[in-house]
């Protein structure tokens, strides 16, 4: 059953469809959402070109992210980063059979509508585009087509699903190699669900209604997640991973799956590396299985990765305000 937690009641993203005598519904919580659950156990791969787009589902990627660069070549160009070119979307829907998503930049309304107009799969608000507005995402209830946001923490993972989102992934900090702020991110959303699973099972009403306000969410949202001691979406992890063990150690903290893209195109054995990813990803509980999909890369192949300590652009801060 997929909870339904934070659902919008009319949202205008909801499209109702006549087939014949039957009244058809597009754009619902249950139909986003459960395109969300599809993806669980597998792997997105953000790709910048057809050819990139082959390779992971070759790999046996569950869908590609669609971008202009990689978030490493982001990180070096610097700049505005924008959303993908349409052309290049077009060519890699036409050229996969699984689901292609692409990001637009956070508040940037109309990006996403073009998005939604070129029939993508999933659209991701994501930080590692240029965010537009600093203090405001986009209602997410407006659009038919399902959103995924990223977070940091549990408030911002709550707050995201308040407006529509379908899916949530750690932030981790992106094109950087080093997977220790995915880590960070899921311990810090793990926490938090327990501290308030525990407030709710002692029954303490009025420290959920505190919480509520701590996260500024509405009360029944906070009130559900607790109930199920966990969020009411598909939550994959992102940002940083770039090895097989990366992968699996992300899925031992309890993630529905995960993103990757510079860790695998960066990398001099994309090919060996995307498939040894999917593996690790799939069979997470087999230590066995994951050393053999260890035993496919060469970290000598691998990308150089950066101390995110000392970065001058931390991407996991955008959007964080709002």
């Given amino acids: 059953m997929i909870p339904l937690s934070g659902d919008f009641d009319n949202a205008k993203g909801i499209i109702k469809e006549m087939m014949g005598s039957f009244e ?28 990139q787009a082959q390779i992971a589902e070759d790999a046996g990627a569950v869908a590609v992210m669609v971008l202009d660069k990689l978030p ?24 996969v059979t699984i689901p292609v ?12 509508k073009v998005l939604g107009e070129a029939d993508v799969d999933m659209i991701d608000e994501s930080e590692v585009l240029t965010p537009t507005d600093e203090f405001h995402h986009i209602w997410k209830w407006d659009f038919t087509t399902p959103f995924v946001n990223g977070a940091r923490n549990l408030g911002e993972a709550l707050r995201r699903i ?7 992934r750690t932030k981790g900090e992106p094109g950087t190699g080093n997977v220790a702020e995915a880590v960070i991110h899921i311990k810090n959303v793990n926490t938090e669900l327990r501290r308030i699973k525990s407030v709710y099972d002692a029954g303490d009403e009025q420290d959920l209604v505190s919480i509520a306000r701590e996260f500024k969410v509405s ?3 906070v009130e559900e997640t607790a109930s199920l001691g966990r969020l009411p979406v598909v939550n994959f992890a992102a940002g940083g991973i770039s090895t097989p063990a990366d992968a699996a150690y ?3 903290l309890g993630c529905d799956g995960i993103f990757v893209g510079s860790g695998i195109f960066k990398s001099e054995d994309a090919k060996e ?13 087999d230590p066995g299985k994951v050393k053999e999909a260890q ?18 652009l931390r991407m996991q801060e955008r959007g964080s305000t709002a």
């Fill in 295 to 312: 035993k496919m890369v060469d970290e000598r192949q691998s990308m150089l990765g950066l101390d995110t300590k000392n970065l001058e």
């Fill in 273 to 285: 590396r995307a498939q040894a990813v999917v593996l690790a990803t799939t069979f997470w509980e």
């Fill in 72 to 95: 490493a070549d982001v990180r070096k160009a610097g700049g505005v980063a924008r959303t993908a070119s349409i052309r290049i979307i077009e060519e890699i829907l036409d050229s």
């Fill in 250 to 252: 992300l899925m031992t």
């Fill in 101 to 112: 998503m692409a990001k637009c930049r956070i508040g940037h309304v109309y990006e996403a």
């Fill in 24 to 51: 058809t519904l597009r754009g619902t919580s249950v139909l986003k959402r459960g395109f969300a659950h599809m993806l669980k156990n597998g792997v997105v791969m953000d790709v910048t070109t057809a050819e």
């Fill in 162 to 168: 308040e407006e529509g989102a379908a899916m949530i």
């Fill in 219 to 221: 009360y029944s949202l």
